[in-house]
């Protein structure tokens, strides 16, 4: 897992994090990673996610021990570049470019609540973590297994570097 720290930012006035990282593969299977429910399973939070792949296209959540189920609404869909959706009260953006013989993502989470930066900062830290294990021939347990990152550690650090933080952390102390 990189050792780079996300960012606070602010997109359209509201607040949000922003995390990059480089992958050593082309932004197509990355965006296949990104879009599909198999992969989707191996590093996002939600295990099991189903989207209709249009722009107004209904996105659904399920089993996420930290979250309760739900939906969401596809905001931009342009394969393999652009690819936004709401999450709960959160917009998630990702976005795909050009890196060396790689791509970099980066992701863009508009938070619904200043004081959730840090804290998700952390999840979406080892998230990416595990999204990296599956492009690169690891082996991902998906962010709640217990090979995933130390969220922990990686949200004491986001605090520590004065990041917006104080949003509750669920039971268990591990939401990533």
Not at 6 to 23: K, N, S, T
Not at 150 to 166: E, H, K, L, Q, T
Request: include cysteine; charge should be negative.
């Amino acid at each position: 897992m990189s050792s780079e720290l996300g960012v606070f930012v602010e997109r359209d006035g509201q607040p949000a994090v922003r995390l990059e990282r480089p992958f050593p593969v082309p932004a197509g299977r990355v965006w296949q990673a990104l879009t599909e429910p198999a992969e989707l399973a191996a590093w996002f939070p939600s295990p099991t996610v189903a989207m209709e792949q249009t722009v107004g296209g209904r996105i659904e959540f399920a089993g996420d021990p930290y979250a309760d189920d739900g939906f969401g609404t596809v905001l931009e869909f342009d394969p393999p570049h652009r690819l936004g959706y709401t999450w709960g009260g959160d917009e998630l953006l990702f976005e795909l470019g050009p890196r060396g013989e790689g791509c970099l993502l980066a992701l863009t989470d508009v938070l619904e609540e200043r004081d959730a930066a840090a804290r998700n900062a952390a999840g979406w830290d080892v998230c990416l973590g595990e999204l990296e294990k599956l492009l690169t021939g690891g082996a991902p347990t998906g962010p709640h297994g217990e090979a995933a990152g130390d969220w922990r550690a990686r949200y004491d650090a986001y605090v520590a570097a004065g990041m917006p933080s104080g949003a509750p952390v669920p039971e268990g102390g591990d939401p990533g």
